[in-house]
Each structure stands twice: as C-alpha cells, then as structure tokens.
C-alpha cells in the first residue's frame, strides 16, 4: 500500500477505509463507461485525458480483471497514435 507507506505499522488502521474509498470511486468510474467508450458523450474529450491516468494506475495496481470498463477504456487510451507516439519519443 504507496498510499501509507511512510506510516508504517502507524498506517495498517487506515488501509480498509482507503481500500474501501477506492473501490467506491473505482467502482462508480467503472460504472460510468458501462455500454461506451468514453466518459462524456460518444467521442473523446478532455474529461477522458484527465481520468487517464487514473484508469492506467487502477489498471496497474488493482489488475485488469478488477474494473473491466476501466481496463477497457485505459487500452483504447494506449492505443491511440498519440500516446503512442508519445511513449516511442519519452518511454513508457
């Protein structure tokens, strides 16, 4: 858990609450894109590029099976040329 590790054993108490805050807002983001590809309407803007980064981290540490709509949503982001292209100039 990043989230509290400077806490150390200080921290244990808190992990169920923010482990139950994430799955909450997880959850609900997850929910949102049930039956569409994007966050707002049915073509990208600028709400899908700020909860990008959201969606890849959730991906990353919670796993792909977790939130599939988030899965989803944060591949068809990696797919597109742009991010492409800006992960082959800077690294993933």
């Known amino acids: 858990r990043l989230y509290v590790s400077r806490l150390k054993d ?3 108490p808190l992990h169920p609450r923010i482990d139950g805050e994430l799955a909450n ?3 609900f983001l997850n929910g949102e ?3 569409q590809e994007w966050f707002v309407g049915n073509a990208l803007s600028g709400a ?3 909860l990008s980064f959201v969606a890849q ?3 990353r540490f919670v796993g792909r099976e977790s939130y599939p709509n988030l899965t989803a949503f944060a ?3 990696e797919m ?3 991010y492409l292209r800006a992960v082959e100039k800077h690294g993933a």
């Open 10 to 12: 200080a921290g244990k």
């Open 80 to 82: 597109r040329p742009a």
């Open 75 to 77: 591949d068809r982001i």
């Open 33 to 35: 894109l049930h039956g």
């Open 57 to 59: 981290l959730t991906v």
């Open 48 to 50: 899908d590029f700020q």
């Open 25 to 27: 807002h997880m959850g």
